[in-house]
């Protein structure tokens, strides 16, 4: 996963009503769609996507997946399929629908769009100060595997770690 460490803390943690779990709806995103997505990358990371990687990532026939409130973008995640294995390349909810089970929601998506693609894994990696996604992946189930060195930018500069982690399928 090239995106980053994320910028702002959620916002609210009130969990979302039935109503609303019953009404989200999980879409394979479009080119117009990138300008909800954008909104929501740029606010959610230091260093975001940019939208011409997205637009790329779109033509490459990745998975990419937004999940929808009626007309209001929760959350996207984007994913490429490899040889029995799904890797995950970037998971991200507004900020202000962070903590109340969304992330989980695409997380669940993902597992079974990966099953039916032949998956065996899926894999990711995450900044190792990304504490916050760290916790949100061991809590579903995925585990460390080893530290890419350097692999992320970071500020002034630097460059910083990334965890790699799997989740067998
Ligand atoms: C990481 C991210 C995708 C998770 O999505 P989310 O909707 O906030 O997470 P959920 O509300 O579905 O929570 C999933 C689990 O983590 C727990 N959790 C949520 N927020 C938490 C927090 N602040 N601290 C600890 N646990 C937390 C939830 O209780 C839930 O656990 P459960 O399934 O056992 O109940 C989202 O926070 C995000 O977009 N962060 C910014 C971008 C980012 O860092 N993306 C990942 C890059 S690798």
């Known amino acids: 996963m090239t995106a980053s460490h994320p910028r702002t803390q959620p916002a609210a943690t009130a969990r979302p009503t ?13 080119p117009e769609q990138l300008d909800a997505v954008m909104a929501i990358e740029q606010t959610a990371y230091s260093h975001p996507w940019s939208r011409g990687h997205f637009r790329d990532s779109l033509n490459s026939q990745f998975e990419a997946q937004g999940l929808w409130l009626g007309d209001e973008l929760l959350g996207y995640f984007w994913a490429m399929r490899g040889f029995e294995e799904m890797h995950l390349l970037n998971i991200t909810v507004a900020p202000a629908r962070q903590g109340q089970g969304w992330g989980h929601m695409m997380l669940d998506a993902l597992t079974l769009m990966s099953r039916h693609a032949g998956a065996q894994w899926l894999w990711l990696e995450v900044r190792q100060s990304n504490l916050r996604a760290l916790q949100v992946y061991e809590r579903y189930g995925f585990r460390q595997i080893s530290i890419r060195k350097d692999y992320y930018p970071a500020d002034r500069q630097q460059r910083e770690h990334a965890v790699v982690m799997s989740l067998k399928l």
């Open 18 to 30: 039935e109503a609303e779990r019953n009404a989200v709806m999980l879409r394979s995103i479009t």
